[in-house]
């Protein structure tokens, strides 16, 4: 079956896009399965060429433009919009019959809006500048990943326990939501473990031993965790603090507040 036909036309910079309901619905695959493949290959997405996120007053305007409450939810506070470049890269990301066969038909039918050549001078400068606009865009997005990965290679040792706290829950965040907090923690563990040559959870149990020794009350020793046994030994810090800045930088984290 052709979904494409099915198709609300929606348009951005000129050129057809799809929001992530529409890309899941045509490639018959669920809206998670988009996010989080997307969150998994972030770094092979360029914005202003692959997708297009709104946000603030550009997200409450195209709102007010599409005026279709099957496209954009009322309440959602970011819109991921996909080119066709992005719907592509998508369709190789998935790699279904489905979804080549679905992207065939995008390809011939929804993205193949017919060119409109502009026809006085007026145009042609209007067409001019917003090819410029564009290209700006796109350098910005460039710029601020650029700025992002600085920010978090300055993630030093001194005050690494907050800063790798903060970039935790946004990495969790870019793959699909707080839930995932608690994979991305034991994930950095696991590595940790292995590049450390350690097992933190003996660790851990060790420390809670000492401090039953020194008389310190259960409840105190509950509240240890893996991070604290992190604490206390410097080259473990170090393992812990490459880790999770491989994984922010990985997703594509940014680390403006």
């Known amino acids: 079956m052709n979904m494409t036909n099915q198709l609300i036309p929606i348009e951005m910079n000129n050129q057809r896009i799809l929001t992530t309901q529409q890309l899941a619905a045509v490639y018959e695959t669920d809206t998670n399965n988009i996010k989080n493949n997307f969150a998994n290959h972030k770094d092979h997405f360029v914005e202003g060429v692959h997708y297009y996120l709104l946000k603030g007053e550009e997200l409450r305007a ?5 005026n279709n409450i099957d496209l954009v939810k009322t309440n959602v506070n970011q819109l991921y919009l996909w080119t066709e470049r992005g719907a592509n890269r998508h369709c190789k990301i998935l790699d279904t019959d489905k979804a080549w066969e679905q992207f065939d038909n995008l390809e011939e039918t929804y993205f193949r809006v017919k060119e409109q050549r502009p026809d006085c001078i007026e145009d042609v400068l209007i067409q001019s500048l917003q090819e410029m606009k564009e290209v700006k865009q796109q350098i910005q997005a460039t710029n601020k990943r650029l700025d992002g990965i600085s920010d978090i290679v300055a993630l030093d ?8 706290r903060r970039l ?7 793959i699909g939501g707080n839930e995932y907090i608690k994979d991305v923690n034991a994930e950095v563990f696991r590595l940790v473990e292995l590049r450390g040559a350690t097992r ?3 660790r851990l149990t060790n420390m809670r031993r ?28 170090e393992i812990y603090v490459a880790i999770v800045k491989e994984m922010a930088i990985k997703y594509g984290v940014d680390t403006v507040a």
């Open 62 to 66: 195209f709102k007010r433009e599409v």
């Open 157 to 164: 040792t001194h005050s690494w326990r907050e800063d790798a």
């Open 168 to 174: 935790i829950v946004k990495i969790a965040q870019a």
């Open 200 to 202: 933190l959870s003996i």
């Open 210 to 237: 000492r401090m039953a020794d020194n008389g310190v009350c259960k409840s105190k020793r509950d509240r240890l965790n893996k991070v604290d046994v992190i604490a206390e030994d410097k080259k473990l810090i």
